[in-house]
Nanobody
């Protein structure tokens, strides 16, 4: 049974930094795509950043130049370094990954439980 477990959220002042981490627990699987999403109160969940197994990254325009996504393919983790945080970055952040059990050719999407990031003025 694969689970995504996030950590690292919290309260930070505008202009500050936070680092989110997400670990895929379990064994016997391969991971293709890993990403971070966020959902602010009253808004739809939006994509923040993605990273594929080869390392190519993509970012939402709103976070380009401020956030950096990285992954460790051995530890099956994905991190999100968030710098120069703004009030509008306040949201619940979710880890997302496409994971296939070994020997299975189909990938399934998994979600973490979410971690709150609050940016104060």
């Amino acid at each position: 049974q694969v689970q995504l477990v996030e950590s690292g959220g919290g309260l930070v002042q505008a202009g500050g930094s936070l680092r989110l981490s997400c670990a895929a627990s379990g064994s016997g699987f391969s991971i293709n795509y890993m990403a971070w999403y966020r959902q602010a109160p009253g808004k739809q969940r939006e994509l923040v950043a993605t990273i594929i197994s080869g390392g190519r990254r993509n970012y939402a325009d709103s976070v380009k130049g401020r956030f950096t996504i990285s992954r460790d393919n051995v530890k099956n983790t994905v991190d999100l370094q968030m710098n120069s945080l703004k009030l509008e970055d306040t949201a619940v952040y979710y880890c997302n990954a496409e994971i296939a059990p070994l020997g299975v050719s189909k990938y399934f999407r998994y979600w973490g439980q979410g971690t709150q990031v609050t940016v104060s003025s």
